[in-house]
């Protein structure tokens, strides 16, 4: 197998690293590290006493985990598209076609999507061996967590990459791969917080366990996706494989999608055979119609099955076990949305630029209301119906608490966050649907709407995280948590929330109202003001966003093509 002279290793390390945003990320990732560390240093003027071992490791682990959580989140969106882009342009074929060995192909794929990543991970290592002089954190254990990450991130890489062998489009790739990531990057977060008191266990886990579990999935999924490649079922018209609905409904296992039935036509509506009625949105009907998925209802099924089980343990854990640990759950499926909402619409406008059909559509008599609420339902339907798979445990929880008399204090907070999630999700699609409408390209309408997802909704946990964690008295920390309203995980953290039978060591910061053998626990009146924030500032950007969407149609900036 050629990894040297992989020839489609060095035609893709010399395509992307010598764009300018390699550098530009890279630039911005060093700069912030270097920032966290500076600002978190002890000084004369802040009383932070690293000198033990479990203080001391607070800045290393926020800084490994924080590394860890961005692998896990970015290591799809370069993965993910390195086969089934080749699908998409139509070269896939060329490229079976050639004499490269299918385990060169895959190789050479997975080591240059992870490239940018393994630039960042060890362009940081110099800033966190700043940190062994503190004390208390060994340079073994710093390097038994970059092992644990490295291995981390080619598993990521490398479902990634599966995922894109078995679809044809980038978006069905990465909606099954942050599927399957997320739960593991979850599970991995968990368990290096819960073994930070066994320090001597943990780093023989992270030098053993983890790598040898990494490395056995990993070279499974290389097989698979190597034998795929050799005799590749999807092979002919230009790498589409070509679906019988009915023979697929009939091979299939789970869940069968019949497109003509209710509730299924919702999801995924059957082709139309007939006449369009009078007084019907032509855009939004075409756009449901249409088959986003690109291999038939596989990446359908495949997602709603994969969540139904990935819910039923979280289920069990969250209703049943750690119910005071519900917002966490709320927070895994808002998450959820935000990366596989952008998908499904940041191509809703720029795909028609692409393809050279966005002056036909405005020569229409189609109105640019009809075009943008078309096109923003179409989108939505997907992602928050796929992101409703994963909220069901949540959907029960109120069920049962209408049934139990002891659980109704909970039901507000319960319809708050189902309140959340519908905002997320219409959010999310907003947003895309905004930078596809000024952006020219899909892949800069989607870089772009994560760039400021994460600004709005991530950056202001982070800082209120920092502030509170090394500046707890300084004033400007009462400012940055303010400013946290703006994300839906901060206004799911604090809602009140009814549990049983859960004790709170901190009073001064939680009002305790006894019922019997259960408690209601809540933030002050003040940190209610959260989600009263969030639902204010979500409502006003969404409606500024669309308006700022009809007023770009009416005036075509930078619409039509010709004006590129």
Request: neutral net charge; hydrophobic residues 50%.
């Amino acid at each position: 197998m050629q990894f040297f002279s992989n020839p489609v290793l060095q035609r893709e390390l010399l395509v992307n690293l010598r764009k300018p945003r390699a550098f530009g990320l890279l630039l911005v990732y060093q700069v912030l590290l270097a920032a966290v560390v500076y600002f978190a240093w002890p000084t004369e003027n802040v009383r932070l006493d690293l000198s033990d071992a479990g203080a001391s490791s607070v800045l290393v682990d926020l800084v490994f985990l924080g590394q860890y959580i961005l692998a896990a989140l970015m290591a799809p969106s370069f993965a993910a598209g390195s086969i089934a882009g080749e699908k998409e342009r139509m070269t896939y074929e060329m490229l079976l076609a050639s004499p490269i060995r299918p385990e060169s192909i895959v190789m050479g794929k997975l080591v240059a999507a992870l490239t940018h990543l393994a630039v960042l991970i060890f362009a940081s290592l110099p800033i966190v061996m700043l940190c062994l002089p503190l004390g208390g954190v060994s340079f073994y254990e710093v390097l038994a967590a970059y092992l644990a990450l490295i291995a981390s991130v080619i598993t990521f890489g490398m479902i990634s990459v599966a995922a894109g062998s078995f679809f044809s489009r980038t978006s069905s790739a990465l909606v099954v791969s942050y599927l399957m990531i997320l739960p593991l990057a979850l599970a991995g977060v968990l368990f290096w917080g819960s073994m930070s008191e066994f320090g001597e266990m943990r780093l023989n886990m992270a030098i053993t366990v983890i790598p040898g579990f990494a490395a056995a999935v990993s070279i499974v999924l290389f097989y698979i996706c190597s034998s795929r490649m050799l005799y590749p079922p999807d092979f002919g018209s230009e790498g589409k494989e070509v679906i019988d609905i009915e023979d697929e409904n009939k091979n299939a296992i789970g869940v069968v999608i019949v497109r003509d039935q209710f509730p299924d036509r919702l999801l995924a509506p059957p082709s139309r055979e007939t006449l369009m009625p009078d007084g019907i949105n032509p855009v939004y009907d075409k756009e449901m119609r249409s088959e986003i998925f690109g291999q038939g209802t596989l990446m359908l099924r495949l997602a709603i099955q994969v969540s139904m089980i990935l819910a039923l343990p979280l289920m069990a854990y969250f209703l049943f076990i750690a119910r005071q640990l519900t917002p966490w759950y709320v927070s895994y499926v808002i998450l959820f949305n935000l990366l596989i909402g952008p998908v499904f619409s940041a191509g809703s406008v720029t795909s028609e630029r692409e393809r050279q059909t966005l002056d036909l559509l405005l020569t229409t008599s189609i109105t640019p209301w009809q075009i943008l609420w078309g096109k923003l339902l179409s989108g939505l339907r997907v992602s928050s119906v796929l992101t409703l798979f994963l909220l069901w445990p949540l959907l029960i929880a109120i069920t049962l608490g209408l049934l139990s008399p002891d659980a109704w204090q909970s039901m507000p907070t319960m319809l708050s966050y189902l309140v959340i999630y519908v905002l997320t999700c219409v959010t999310t699609s907003m947003l895309a649907l905004f930078f596809s409408t000024v952006c020219k390209k899909t892949s800069t309408s989607l870089l772009v709407t994560y760039s400021v997802i994460l600004l709005l909704y991530v950056a202001p946990l982070a800082a209120n995280f920092f502030a509170e964690t090394y500046y707890p008295a300084a004033p400007a920390t009462q400012v940055v948590k303010t400013m946290s309203a703006t994300s839906p995980f901060a206004a799911a953290h604090n809602l009140p929330l009814y549990v049983d039978d859960y004790s709170v060591d901190n009073e001064s910061r939680w009002q305790v109202a006894t019922a019997g053998e259960a408690s209601l626990l809540h933030y002050p009146v003040k940190d209610l003001v959260h989600f009263g924030c969030y639902l204010s500032f979500t409502v006003v950007l969404n409606l500024a966003l669309f308006a700022a969407m009809i007023f770009t149609f009416n005036s075509r900036w930078r619409i039509a093509s010709s004006s590129n």
